[in-house]
């Protein structure tokens, strides 16, 4: 079966709405309240490109990038991350793919404990409602995993820090 589709356009107002104006990332909630006045195919169409989005940012230097916001992140918290980036809307995701470098002034906090950069639970949104409409889960339709194993060159502990010198800068 083919991938339902959705324009660019329309994933990022869906996205925009669930988000209220708020400098915060999408909120499942309220993402939840606008999906499911949608129809099966669209709640579908969105569900596949917000996957397919996970995986376009599953690369190296963005997880370097996470590492050094938060001090350390595993491979379940750099999952997370991409759906926080992915909620915080269009124009950090597209930073993100460019330049992760370049993502320090979308953080909040000041020191690690208080910087959130996990929105895990945005990615089941569309899925628990297919769930419920009894439809498929439209993760199922993608060719892709996001937790395959990242693009890029590999970062250690001890390089880190020069995959991303900007950010490093930033969060000593």
Known sequence: MAPPAISEERF????????????????PKALSRVLSRLSDREVSAFGYMFYEKLCALNFQKLWAAGDIIVGGMSGDQFHYFRSWIIGKGRTLFDVAIRDPDQIGPWIDGSTINDRDVDNELLEYVAVEIMQKRGAEDPRELSDCHPDAMPRGRRFTEKTVRKVCPKLAALFK
């Open 12 to 27: 990022w107002e869906i996205i925009e709405e669930a988000r209220k104006g708020s400098s915060r990332s999408a909120d």
